[in-house]
């Protein structure tokens, strides 16, 4: 190489990863409609976030939780609008439940979690042996959530056999209205 090429490459030697970033953040400080279009952007990402639903999964579920099942629904069922209880159950199981006001419409609520003293390594018993063993502290915690329970349906939901193999050991005892409506206040007794 020549000594001309040499002081040709220092001359205009390329720029470091670090001179790069900072020319293309000066570059978009200095162009409005980048900075427009970049604002619009960010406010509708906040706007779709605060709007959207807090989406909750069994395991994060406590007593007191108001939320909203998306129960899937035989079409046959129409007065049920908050869904069937083996409808609830499998929706809870698969796809969570979104978090709702109290004060506001509501499928159901949680009256009670139960932690089950099950050793880990204690085979799956089945749901419907969990949801048998469970019922009636399921129901003594809805009176006591409830008050007078006439009004509500208790349904109880076990963990399913890949919960419970990966060590989750509780029951959620969610109410509901009896007549499948969606609740439209607190159901829980104001002490």
């Given at each position: ?21 900072g020319g293309a953040i000066e ?25 959207s639903p807090q989406v909750i ?135």
């Amino acid at each position: 190489m020549s000594s001309h090429e040499d002081r040709e490459r220092d001359r205009y030697r390329r720029a470091s990863f670090e001179e790069q970033i900072g020319g293309a953040i000066e570059s978009f400080w200095h162009n409005r409609t980048a900075r427009l279009v970049a604002a619009i952007g960010l406010a509708w990402y906040l706007v779709i976030r605060l709007i959207s639903p807090q989406v909750i999964g069994f395991e994060q579920l406590v007593a007191g939780d108001c939320v909203y099942i998306r129960a899937l629904q035989d079409p046959s069922l129409v007065s049920r609008p908050a869904g069937s209880a083996s409808a609830v159950r499998t929706a809870l199981l698969e796809q969570g439940a979104e978090r709702a006001s109290c004060d506001q419409s509501h499928s159901h609520e949680v009256a009670f979690v139960a932690d089950l003293a099950d050793p880990v390594p204690t085979a799956y018993p089945g749901s419907a042996a969990l949801e048998a063993r469970e019922s009636e502290a399921c129901r003594v915690s809805m009176d006591v959530y409830v008050g007078a329970a006439d009004a509500f349906e208790l349904i109880v939901v076990p963990p399913d056999a890949a919960r419970w193999d990966g060590g989750i050991r509780r029951v959620v005892c969610l109410l509901g209205r009896r007549d499948g409506a969606f609740l439209d206040r607190p159901a829980r007794v104001q002490p």
